[in-house]
């Protein structure tokens, strides 16, 4: 039978007999499989793991941060780049998902590509994949942002030729959680739901700014606490607010406000094909509601997604 101990113990004896002395690169997410596939190649190889963490500028309030922190705590050799300009100026005035995802995977690339040039002598990159991954067939939204599914016709970004290592090719989601927990990783990382790789960017319906993803990062986070301190967080599959692109009056004392709508999203599933509406609690959806919208700079209104998947699908973009 299988057993996290074994897999950790054989696995990490692999990982010495094939890396040996080299060094190896990985790109951290913040998300459960990097996070564990990188403890695992730590074990085994320790500093000679070079892991780079990349601020996009699209990921939730103070997420970059907390999550670099984790990771320096769990003895990582981790590298946190600033990013973010780079992403900005290149999804300025992009408001179509498929360009801005490419837009983002491309970013990604060059700023990967720039930052393993300067380990030298890597060998090996290291990806988080799991086993769904490897059977996947193609998202109808087209690639999501993994290393592999984008590259330039130009040719492949140097980190690309090198030797690939995913010491989570085998498993299942629940096994990597399994893994992680033996790992001591930390439960925020485990628990984590899922985030696209595109961010928020993909949660800001139309054209990126700054100071969208700065009001967004502010509707997210009021709801993902709340969900949190409400005991709801692990009660759904995913959940995240939108920036709609439409104003709509509201009234504040005397005057009239003239202001964004954000929707709220959270669902249950089991996968992320199929997906339910979360009912969460009206009392709770009030909570937040009122919170976002005497908080939050830009907001006027509230409004909760009730649409299941299929036919809707979990983000709007
Ligand atoms: P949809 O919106 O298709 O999403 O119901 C299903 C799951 O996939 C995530 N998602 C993405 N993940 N890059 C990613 O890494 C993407 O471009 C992307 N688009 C959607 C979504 O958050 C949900 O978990």
Redesign the pocket.
């Known amino acids: 039978d299988w057993t996290p101990d074994q897999f950790i113990e054989s696995t990490v004896q692999e990982l010495r007999d094939l890396i040996g002395n080299d060094k190896v690169v990985l790109g951290l997410s913040g998300g459960v499989d990097s996070s564990v596939a990188a403890m695992l190649i730590h074990q085994a190889i320790g500093k000679n793991l070079y892991c780079i963490f990349v601020d996009n500028g699209l990921l939730r309030h103070n997420e970059f941060q907390s999550v670099l922190d984790s990771y320096q705590h769990m003895g990582l050799n981790v590298k946190g780049v600033d990013a973010k300009a780079n992403f900005y100026n290149t999804l300025a005035g992009l408001t179509d998902p498929e360009q801005k995802?490419k837009a983002i995977g491309r970013v990604f690339i060059e700023v990967f590509d720039e930052e393993a040039h300067q380990i030298e002598d890597v060998k090996w990159l290291a990806q988080g994949t799991i086993y769904p991954d490897v059977i996947e067939s193609v998202?109808?939204?087209?690639?999501?942002?993994?290393i592999k599914s984008h590259h330039n016709v130009g040719g492949l970004p140097d980190f690309m030729k090198l030797k690939v290592v995913e010491p989570l090719k085998s498993l299942f989601k629940d096994e990597v959680r399994l893994v992680g927990k033996t790992l001591n990783i930390d439960d925020l990382i485990l628990s984590r739901h899922?985030?696209?790789?595109?961010g928020l960017a993909?949660r800001i319906i139309g054209d990126i700014t700054p100071q969208k993803v700065h009001i967004l990062q502010q509707v997210d986070h009021i709801f993902i606490s709340g969900l949190r301190t409400s005991g709801l967080y692990n009660e759904v599959w995913?959940a995240g607010a939108m920036l709609l692109p439409v104003q709509s009056v509201g009234v504040m004392g005397d005057e009239r406000t003239y202001e964004n709508v954000v929707a709220l999203r959270a669902v249950t599933s089991v996968d992320?094909?199929t997906?339910d509406w979360a009912h969460l609690p009206y009392e709770f959806l009030a909570d937040v509601s009122n919170e976002i919208i005497n908080k939050v700079k830009g907001v006027n209104r509230v409004v909760y997604d009730i649409s299941s998947?299929p036919p809707a699908?979990?983000?709007w973009e």
């Open positions: 995802r998202s109808v939204k087209g690639p999501s942002v993994t899922p985030f696209p790789g595109p993909i995913q992320g094909m997906a998947k699908t979990i983000e």
